[in-house]
């Protein structure tokens, strides 16, 4: 994965994330429907990642995460063909979904970790 400071927006990496609560009927169809987004979308220009989660608490529980480059990327996504899957998905929610759009300008690892304990 990149970091957010190599070539990019100069407002930062945006992560967004869908969390969707599944009728335990659909719950199959959504993990298969957001499953088949993810290796197409790997390989998409300003993608750095996604990643599909199940909740180990609720297995109802389920949450799409994606990295985007900068927003002219992410809102070619969010304009795609392929978008629409995620939409119907959305619509398979048992509650109202939940979804962000976070923009990061500052991006670091376990040297927070060690300077907070003071290594």
Known sequence: MRDSKQK???VGMIISTLRIVTAPRSRAEVIRTLTA???PL???PG???CDLYQDI???ETITLVEEWESQPELDLRLGSEEYRAVLAAIDLSREQPVIHF???T???GSEIVA???GA
């Open 8 to 10: 990019g927006s100069a």
């Open 37 to 39: 987004q993810l290796g």
């Open 42 to 44: 790997r390989v998409q």
């Open 47 to 49: 993608c750095h990642r």
């Open 57 to 59: 608490e609720d297995r």
């Open 102 to 104: 976070d923009t990061v």
């Open 106 to 108: 500052r991006r670091a």
């Open 115 to 117: 300077s907070a304990r």
